[in-house]
């Protein structure tokens, strides 16, 4: 249908699944890689028409995979869609397509939508090359966003312990599953933000 493939970058098996079947049954190539990182040891091998990508995952995340395909002439015009239910504000937004995001899309995907922008975004000229910024201004505004998602997981992971101890035995057990998977999420938003703090530390200002 498509020369090159499209390449799927998602950390939760059954999304990725999901998005790679969808694909094929309307004939794109397609090719999954399950964080930034294995993402980019693709990208290395062959160059895709198009990249779909989650924002939180483990080792590279979205917006680390946007800025290290963005600094590179040879992936900078490569169209990306990020998919997302975390990072749904307008600042959020708005810093996703300041480093170069094509289009957002929100979970849970709405693939009528979603089959659209493919091929809107495969067919159509390539997109201008977006305007580089800094290594500084990349995480300044990276920081800001992991901030904020922090204090609200935290805030969110505070409230549902409180709920916790308020309900029946029998709903329990479902529950601090939930709460279990906010946790690990909070952990590694604060994972991200020391990342990201050491690499500020390590960056000129005036770059």
Known sequence: MQQGYVLIVEDVPDILKLLEETLKFKSYRAVTARNGQEALDAIQRERPVLVITDIMMPKLDGFGLVHRLRINPETRDIPVIFLTATYVALEDKAFALNIGVTRFIEKPVNFEKFLDTVAELITQSPPA???LISEAEFYEGY??????????????ITRDEHLLETLPEAEKQTFKASLQAAINERDELQRLLDEIQVRMESTPKSE
Do not use: M, V
């Open 143 to 156: 920081r800001q966003r992991l901030e904020k998602k922090l204090s609200q997981k935290i805030t969110q």
């Open 129 to 131: 090359a977006p305007t």
